[in-house]
Nanobody, 127 residues
Framework: QVQLVESGGGLVQAGGSLRLSCAAS????????MGWFRQAPEKEREFVAQ????????YYADSVKGRFTISRDNAKNTVYLQMNSLKPEDTAVYYC????????????????????WGQGTPVTVSL
């Protein structure tokens, strides 16, 4: 069983930055696609970013492209989400997730394509 634990959320003013971390248990982290999703109140969970096992194939949602950066450190079993130029509409609970898909380079932007989820870390961006 894989456990994912997010950290780094908080309250920040618009234009500010936060760095989210997601620590994973298990020995298969380095061979798995990892993703970040977010869910705002009364909205569906939406895709934010995805990184493949080796870190050389990355996808972003259009809404965060150019502002957010996903990365991973396989030696530390950790995936990161650097969020810059934050906007109030980025306010949400952010979740990391691990996919068991063997498609390491395809875009996996649907929550159902991920098998393991963290508990989420809240991000609030104020004006």
């Amino acid at each position: 069983q894989v456990q994912l634990v997010e950290s780094g959320g908080g309250l920040v003013q618009a234009g500010g930055s936060l760095r989210l971390s997601c620590a994973a248990s298990g020995r298969t982290f380095s061979s798995r696609v990892m993703g970040w999703f977010r869910q705002a109140p009364e909205k569906e969970r939406e895709f934010v970013a995805q990184i493949n096992d080796s870190g050389d194939r990355i996808y972003y949602a259009d809404s965060v492209k150019g502002r957010f950066t996903i990365s991973r450190d396989n030696a530390k079993n950790t995936v990161y989400l650097q969020m810059n130029s934050l906007k109030p509409e980025d306010t949400a609970v952010y979740y990391c997730a691990q996919s068991l898909s063997i498609d390491r380079n395809g875009r996996l932007a649907v929550p159902g394509q991920y098998s393991y989820w963290g508990q989420g870390t809240p991000v609030t961006v104020s004006l």
